[in-house]
């Protein structure tokens, strides 16, 4: 005899795949609640949806297999990526920081298009954990020496976007307080916020955050509906959101209703 259960299961299979392909992720103890079904069978269903390839079962639930990636690319195939859009973010992103203030700088390409911008900006003092962004602020300290910087490197392990991370860069940076964060990502959504496939990075990336009066998340538009393995901070948590005008309409929305400020920049013409 086929019960209730066994006879309503691909359409509770189908309703939890269109909730992960809408939102990027979802917990067990939300759908429990939502289908009304014990946290056992969800968690077959996840199972069984997970061996299909349909989804990516994470601890506490699932994500979406086709956004999801744990891959890290390195920090030079990054750059090659939506330049236009990525300096347009930068731009605008660099008009936030005030003279004389304390800027941390994260790691990852728009990080550094940021930083590339902060040559005539008098006073700063710049906070990174970023290998390349370090070397630019150095050779422009060097350079133009009348800008006053001064630039504060975290020690840690380099990751493959030549990002400091670990122990020693967490317990540099929970000593410091910085006026201003800007920090890039590699996906952000509706509900898992904004994403790195490093799980080190991810805790870096969090006692930055804490540092920080104020976070600036800069990320182009194609980084949005992507979810990466561990989230650093949530869209409530985002004082300004910095990305371009290729932002489709759904997500304009949601970042408009979740950040304190959604910044969208216009791309120089060609």
Same mark, same amino acid.
């Given at each position: 005899?086929?019960?209730e259960?066994?006879?309503l299961a691909? @359409?509770?299979?189908a309703l939890i795949?269109d909730?992960?392909?809408?939102?990027?992720?979802v917990r $067990?103890a939300?759908?429990?609640?939502?289908?009304?079904?014990?946290d056992?069978?969800i968690?077959r269903d996840l199972?069984?949806? /997970?061996r299909?390839?349909?989804?990516?079962k994470?601890h506490? +639930?699932?994500i979406s297999?086709?956004?999801?990636?744990?891959d890290?690319?390195? !920090?030079?195939?990054?750059?090659?990526?939506? %330049?236009?859009a990525?300096?347009?973010?930068?731009?605008?992103?660099?008009?936030?920081v005030?003279?004389? %203030?304390v800027?941390a700088?994260s790691?990852?390409?728009?990080s550094?298009? $940021?930083a590339t911008?902060?040559?005539?900006?008098?006073?700063l003092?710049?906070?990174? *954990?970023s290998?390349?962004?370090?070397d630019?602020?150095?050779?422009?300290?060097?350079?133009?020496?009348?800008t006053g910087h001064?630039?504060l490197l975290?020690g840690g392990?380099?990751?493959?976007?030549?990002s400091l991370?670990g122990?020693l860069?967490? =317990?540099?940076?929970? %000593?410091?307080q910085v006026?201003?964060l800007i920090?890039?990502?590699?996906?952000? %959504?509706?509900r898992?916020?904004?994403t790195t496939? *490093?799980?080190?990075e991810? =805790?870096? *990336?969090?006692?930055?955050i804490?540092?920080?009066h @104020?976070v600036?998340v800069?990320a182009d538009?194609?980084?949005?509906?992507v979810?990466g393995?561990? @989230? !650093?901070?949530?869209?409530?948590?985002i004082?300004? !959101?910095v990305?371009d005008?290729?932002?489709?309409?759904q997500?304009?929305t949601?970042?408009?209703d979740?950040? +304190? @400020?959604l910044?969208? /920049?216009?791309?120089?013409a /060609?």
């Amino acid at each position: 005899m086929v019960t209730e259960a066994a006879r309503l299961a691909p @359409q509770r299979r189908a309703l939890i795949l269109d909730i992960v392909r809408r939102d990027g992720a979802v917990r $067990v103890a939300e759908l429990v609640e939502r289908l009304g079904v014990s946290d056992m069978t969800i968690r077959r269903d996840l199972d069984v949806l /997970a061996r299909a390839g349909s989804l990516s079962k994470v601890h506490g +639930g699932a994500i979406s297999s086709a956004v999801t990636t744990g891959d890290e690319p390195s !920090f030079e195939t990054k750059t090659a990526l939506e %330049s236009r859009a990525k300096a347009a973010v930068a731009e605008a992103a660099a008009a936030l920081v005030k003279p004389g %203030s304390v800027v941390a700088l994260s790691g990852g390409t728009t990080s550094y298009a $940021v930083a590339t911008r902060l040559r005539e900006i008098p006073g700063l003092t710049v906070v990174t *954990n970023s290998l390349p962004v370090a070397d630019l602020l150095r050779k422009t300290a060097a350079e133009h020496p009348s800008t006053g910087h001064t630039l504060l490197l975290t020690g840690g392990t380099p990751t493959k976007s030549a990002s400091l991370v670990g122990p020693l860069a967490d =317990q540099a940076i929970r %000593s410091l307080q910085v006026d201003l964060l800007i920090i890039g990502a590699h996906g952000v %959504s509706e509900r898992a916020g904004v994403t790195t496939p *490093n799980l080190a990075e991810a =805790q870096t *990336n969090r006692a930055l955050i804490a540092s920080a009066h @104020q976070v600036a998340v800069v990320a182009d538009h194609t980084k949005w509906g992507v979810v990466g393995l561990s @989230q !650093f901070i949530t869209l409530s948590e985002i004082d300004y !959101f910095v990305s371009d005008e290729g932002l489709d309409a759904q997500a304009r929305t949601v970042l408009s209703d979740s950040v +304190g @400020q959604l910044i969208l /920049a216009a791309p120089r013409a /060609a």
